[in-house]
């Protein structure tokens, strides 16, 4: 009895409550619904029981959006009068400025100066509400007046370049960021992704210029200031001048006696982008200069805790092995001089897991440029002892093993590997690519009905670029086998040229490909033969040559199934190796336009959106409804 009691006392109470609560959201729903009439009452009630400004505002814009300006003045004038909060003036101006009385919202935007605060805090909120409503000019002001008020030349750095930023005062801007940094260079790192924020408005293109000519300024001012010759490094490395970038950070690692970590970094960046002369500098700059005895020994890599001057020493041989493998025009010997810093550097590290990342790429070139067979099985069944490895690199020198079995001949024992990785990695995509490899391995030695077995359980594969692979191969024997020619010829044909490019004799490959081009041109196996051509083209790094083919693929192949994957491989081509006449956008748009249906359509879109996103222009603060 006196539980129910209890229950009908408080029920009210919670009623209440639970109402109040579901009122935020309710209101939120309504104005993002554009239910303006239905959503001002809300937040006018929601205000009025926790006098939170946020619901104000909201209800101030949803008045502005039903044109009833005088109510939402009135309510604005009694909450100035009650709270006394200057920005309360800024938002009755801009009620007045979009009902058309510019005279007396300017009135509003100045009356703030007259009371003008007198602590850094409001002094910051007053700015930020001038630069929400677009109010750039009287941002600017505040913070001129707040420093005269503090009495202190370097206040509101960040806030005033800021301010420059969003009008593209860039000038200015600069001066007040690079100010900034100079009272505070902990946060040179912040002032470069700022400045490549600001980077992505720059309509003339003249930022870049400025902030190096500003950088070279305040490092002749300050040489013992290393936050301006960072700048200047990320201007270079913005601009792919990645040489001068490994000159000035071996310039600064020497003066400042750093511990090369910032070298060891930029050289990874040059590498990635393929700048490889640039990233063998700096690499060798550090394997040169060797161990560190100074206090800065101590900040080594925390996560592998191997010393800078060590992981120098196994990047360089990996970021050769990349050089040369995308010039067709390395010769014998350099791979021979290769292979024995290699074996060199592998003596000195013994059987230590930190060998484990060396052992592929040694084996690759003593297996394809070298012609060294058993000397490249040797090196993966060294790799296989190794101890303290992650288990993945055990499955990956399988799998190396096997595909160099198969490209010397010995596909059976190479489905034997592929089989051991299938049954140690049931469950991972490491065992995925294992099947794959016999599936395709199946296709390459011509039994094509046994490959489309398996090809079409891999569709299904969680593993995304493996269920590509095998939808496009399955697609590819099915367009190809054909009825009329019981030995499938030309599809043989084709396998060995696939057998070709296994073995990396890309050559030979590329000239097979135009042979078979020639003899059969109305083959549907041509937009195959192109496509070929251009992933051997896009290793050598011949990005142009590799697009020409692509482009023809899309030009003339239009409803063929390879259409959307050489759109899509264009557009990230092109993102990834900008040049002239090469729109990404472009593209992605026509896999959107023609190709609905294509796996690639959602990398497409989302491709999209994220260069959208990149461009887009946006002002913080903006008030919604405006």
């Known amino acids: 009895m006196k539980r129910t009691i209890l229950i009908f006392l408080f029920l009210p109470v919670w009623l209440t409550l639970h109402s109040q609560n579901n009122h935020p959201n309710l209101a939120f729903e309504y104005y993002r619904n554009s239910k303006w009439e239905k959503a001002a009452p809300l937040f006018l009630e929601i205000y009025k029981n926790n006098k939170a400004p946020t619901y104000l505002h909201y209800y101030v814009r949803c008045m502005i ?125 912040t002032l470069t992704h700022m400045l490549a924020n600001a980077k992505n408005s720059d309509i003339d293109g003249n930022l870049m210029k400025l902030v190096r000519e500003k950088a070279y300024t305040y490092i002749q001012k300050f040489p013992g200031l290393p936050a301006f010759n960072e700048i200047l490094i990320w201007v270079m490395t913005e601009e792919g001048a990645y040489e001068d970038a490994i000159r000035q950070s071996i310039a600064l690692d020497k003066r400042f006696r750093e511990d090369g970590r910032r070298v060891l970094n930029l050289a990874r960046i040059a590498r990635q982008s393929c700048s490889y002369p640039a990233a063998l500098t700096g690499y060798q700059y550090l394997i040169n200069r060797g161990p560190v005895t100074h206090n800065a020994n101590r900040r080594m890599n925390v996560r592998s805790r191997i010393p800078v001057y060590r992981q120098a020493a196994d990047e360089i041989l990996l970021t050769k092995s990349e050089y040369f493998n995308q010039n067709p025009e390395t010769s014998s010997s350099a791979y021979q001089d290769l292979e024995h810093d290699f074996l060199t550097r592998m003596d000195s590290i013994g059987n230590d897991p930190e060998a484990g990342p060396l052992i592929i790429p040694l084996a690759r070139i003593q297996a394809y440029y070298l012609n060294h067979f058993d000397q490249a099985l040797t090196t993966l069944d060294r790799g296989l002892t190794i101890r303290g490895l992650p288990p993945s690199f055990h499955a990956q020198f399988l799998l190396e093993k ?93 396998t060995h040229i696939d057998y070709l490019i296994l073995q990396h004799h890309d050559d030979q490959a590329l000239h097979n490909l135009d042979s078979l081009i020639k003899a059969y041109p109305e083959h549907p196996l041509v937009d195959d033969c192109l496509m070929r051509q251009a992933k051997i083209l896009i290793a050598r790094n011949q990005i142009t040559e590799a697009m020409q083919h692509l482009q023809k693929i899309a030009d003339e192949h239009a409803y063929d199934y390879l259409a959307p994957k050489a759109l899509y491989m264009m557009g990230n081509l092109s993102i990834q190796h900008p040049a002239p006449n090469r729109q990404a956008v472009k593209y992605f748009e026509q896999i959107l336009k023609f190709y609905p249906v294509s796996p690639y359509f959602i990398d497409a879109r989302n491709q999209l959106q994220k260069i959208r996103k990149e461009k887009e222009q946006t002002f913080t603060g903006q008030p919604d409804g405006k």
């Open 65 to 189: 959006e039903l044109k009833q300006y005088d109510t939402a003045i009135k309510i604005l004038k009694k909450t100035l009068k009650e709270r006394r909060d200057p920005t309360f003036n800024i938002e009755i101006g801009y009620v007045y400025e979009v009902s058309g009385n510019r005279k007396e919202a300017e009135h509003y935007y100045q009356l703030p100066f007259r009371n003008f605060p007198q602590n850094p805090t409001a002094i910051r909120n007053l700015g930020n509400t001038y630069e929400a409503y677009l109010k750039f000019s009287y941002a600017e002001n505040t913070y001129k007046t707040g420093r005269a008020v503090l009495g202190d030349p370097n206040a509101f750095r960040l806030e005033l370049g800021n301010v420059y930023n969003a009008q593209r005062k860039y000038p200015e801007m600069l001066e007040e960021y690079f100010n900034w940094v100079l009272t505070e260079p902990r946060y040179v790192a």
């Open 402 to 494: 096997g595909d160099i079995l198969l490209a010397f001949g010995d596909p059976w024992e190479a489905t034997f590997l592929f089989a051991r990785v299938v049954k140690e990695n049931p469950d991972n995509d490491l065992g995925t690519k294992a099947k794959f490899k016999k599936a395709r391995l199946a296709y390459l030695t011509g039994d094509f009905e046994w490959a489309l077995t398996q090809l079409d359980v891999l569709k299904a594969s969680t593993s995304k670029p493996i269920a590509n692979d095998a939808m496009e191969l399955a697609l590819f024997i099915r367009d190809n086998l054909s009825d009329e020619d019981s030995l499938n010829q030309v599809l043989t044909t084709f």
